[in-house]
């Protein structure tokens, strides 16, 4: 494993283990180190997000995951962290802590035709280093980040069902409620009302947060519209009793 000076809330360098899948990251927002996991060494995805900091992105899916790969990369790091000296020689002292495992990288996860494997790969790794135990308020947690448009898609509600069996949580991006927002902010032409169906289908199979990024452009806010758009969604995920958990925004 590389080894460098100690790790910062700014750097997100996935190749900051030498590893093709796993990666470290001094996470802010947990206080404490999450350990990401990259379905996407291929810089593939099928969303372009204008404020998307992956290098050369290319629209795409994930590419052939090696699962053997990723298990021993996985275990490695797990082992560092948890039985060596990476937070000592890494990790700052106030961040000293595993927060959690994260499906997060340079693309779409869902993307990867063996998400559920991954999901159940990930499972069996936990256990064995005793991280399953959604009883214990400290308890290490499985995160996926994901713009959801694929959450419709059976292997990807097998790996949801998966992760809510280990302390696991969705975060599911929801930026825009309009179609024009989704496509000048997002770079899609998905149907907003068909993302919020998927937003139900992923909210009842494991928890779910939206992940919200508001952002200017041209120096300009959302328009009201959008604004609207978007409460109208909170209050429909209200009214129809969808159990999301939470907004996580981001500005």
């Known amino acids: 494993m590389k080894q460098s000076t100690l790790l910062t809330p700014e750097d997100h360098n996935r190749d900051t283990?030498?590893?093709?899948?796993?990666?470290p990251v001094v996470s802010r927002r947990a206080g404490g180190v999450s350990v990401g996991i990259n379905l996407n060494p291929n810089n593939a995805c099928n969303w372009a997000c204008v404020y998307c900091q992956v290098p050369d992105l290319v629209r795409g899916t994930a590419p052939e995951i090696d699962l053997a790969r990723l298990e021993t990369e996985l275990r490695a790091m797990l082992t560092d962290i948890l039985r060596g000296d990476f937070m000592q020689t890494r990790v700052p002292a106030e961040a000293r802590r595993l927060n959690d495992i994260a499906l997060s990288g340079n693309g779409e996860p869902t993307s990867a035709r063996v998400f559920p494997q991954v999901i159940e790969l990930i499972g069996r790794v936990m256990a064995d280093f005793e991280l399953v135990d959604a009883g214990r308020n400290n308890a290490v947690k499985l995160v996926l980040i994901t713009n959801g448009s694929l959450?419709?898609?059976p292997r990807v509600q097998e790996g949801l069902k998966k992760m809510a069996a280990l302390n696991g949580?969705?975060?599911f991006k929801f930026d825009r409620a309009t179609a024009s927002g989704m496509r000048a902010i997002n770079q899609t032409r998905?149907?907003?009302d068909k993302q919020f169906e998927r937003l139900a289908v992923?909210?009842?199979l494991c928890p779910t947060w939206l992940q919200t990024c508001v952002l200017a452009v041209d120096g300009a806010p959302?328009?009201?519209a959008e604004q609207q758009a978007y409460l109208a969604v909170a209050a429909r995920i209200r009214a129809q009793k969808i159990p999301v958990q939470g907004v996580l925004l981001y500005g």
């Open 222 to 224: 959302p328009a009201e």
């Open 202 to 204: 992923a909210a009842s």
């Open 190 to 192: 998905i149907s907003p």
């Open 169 to 171: 949580e969705v975060w």
């Open 17 to 23: 283990a030498g590893m093709t899948y796993v990666y």
């Open 151 to 153: 959450a419709d898609r």
